[in-house]
């Protein structure tokens, strides 16, 4: 299985998404990312564009067994969008992959069961309300104003949830069925870049929480949708998961025992996580460290550019 990272610099030069408390400490995560998963993967593979290969690689050297700039496709798309790039990644796989966010850490390798399975994901979740401003119903809402239709998926899924609806956390996401993920990213690429749809995403000012509706809420729909779908090629497809719930993804004792760390939303921003962060990567490789200390003060590195 291939661990694979992806980069849209464009969202990152915007401060789109949650992003680092600095830009050093955002080295500092893609170095420690990369340099514990790769002892349980050590095929990896980072998907950017040209900007971001230019920080990434060029600039900070981390070593991948493959570079894409596939994401230069998305030159002139929204960045409000951040989740795009993802996308992408996930739809140019031809083998079994592990999707990793930057903010993510892999202590010990995933169980087989979780490697193995089809599809996986780090956890369900299954608390959120449709009352909800960031919910499909305010997508549902948009479409339906400007007479666009949803995909199948999107459809019989919100039909089986009234006051709730699940979600698929994305902090890890992979699986051995590529086909059935390229199903997924690309129709959730179409649901965003189609030039029919941009008329009621105009709508929305901002952006930022609807990513994870696209991206997680999309992803629970294709599972239930092609999983009882008796004509769907997919037909039958269930997920597995790290953790069984949130609330156990973020439990000390479950994660320690999982080798897993995620840094979801404001984490990144907090003083005590990033000092730790700082103490993790000097410990690790102090050469390391002070060639991030490096770029993150050098002019060229800070200059460049998705122009």
Same mark, same amino acid.
């Given at each position: ?38 002892? &349980?993967?050590?095929?990896? *593979? ?50 079994? /992959? ?20 089809? *599809? ?36 019989? %899924? ?6 709730? /609806? ?73 997920? %597995?998961?790290?953790?069984? %719930?949130?609330?156990?993804?973020? &439990? ?20 005590? *996580? ?12 102090? *050469? ?7 770029? %993150? ?11």
């Amino acid at each position: 299985m291939r661990a694979v990272w992806s980069f849209w610099s464009k969202p990152f030069q915007a401060a789109k998404g949650r992003t680092w408390k600095t830009h050093f400490h955002h080295l500092l995560s893609w170095c420690l990312s990369l340099r514990l998963a790769r002892r &349980h993967y050590p095929e990896t *593979v980072l998907v950017t564009d040209r900007a971001g290969k230019l920080l990434l690689v060029d600039h900070l050297g981390l070593s991948f067994s493959h570079v894409s700039t596939e994401l230069e496709r998305l030159r002139k798309a929204d960045p409000g969008f951040w989740a795009l790039g993802k996308f992408i990644a996930y739809s140019i796989q031809d083998q079994p /992959f592990l999707h990793l966010d930057t903010d993510v850490f892999l202590w010990g390798r995933l169980p087989a069961t979780v490697e193995n399975a089809p *599809v996986f994901a780090q956890c369900p979740e299954t608390y959120h309300s449709i009352e909800q401003h960031h919910s499909p119903r305010t997508i549902e809402g948009i479409f339906e104003r400007h007479q666009l239709a949803l995909p199948n998926e999107w459809e019989w %899924s919100r039909s089986r949830w009234d006051r709730h /609806f699940r979600e698929e956390n994305c902090g890890i996401v992979g699986g051995t069925d590529t086909a059935f993920l390229r199903h997924y990213a690309t129709t959730a690429l179409d649901l965003v870049l189609n030039p029919l749809h941009a008329p009621a995403w105009a709508e929305l000012q901002e952006k930022d929480g609807f990513n994870q509706i696209i991206e997680q809420f999309w992803l629970s729909a294709c599972l239930d949708y092609h999983r009882f779908a008796p004509k769907s090629p997919h037909h039958g497809i269930q997920a %597995s998961y790290l953790f069984p %719930s949130l609330d156990a993804a973020f &439990h000390p004792a479950h994660a320690a025992r999982a080798g897993f760390t995620h840094l979801l939303g404001d984490a990144k921003q907090n003083g005590f *996580v990033t000092k730790r962060l700082e103490e993790r990567v000097l410990r690790e490789d102090p *050469v390391l460290y002070r060639h991030c200390v490096r770029v %993150s003060q050098s002019p060229s590195a800070l200059s460049w550019s998705y122009a």
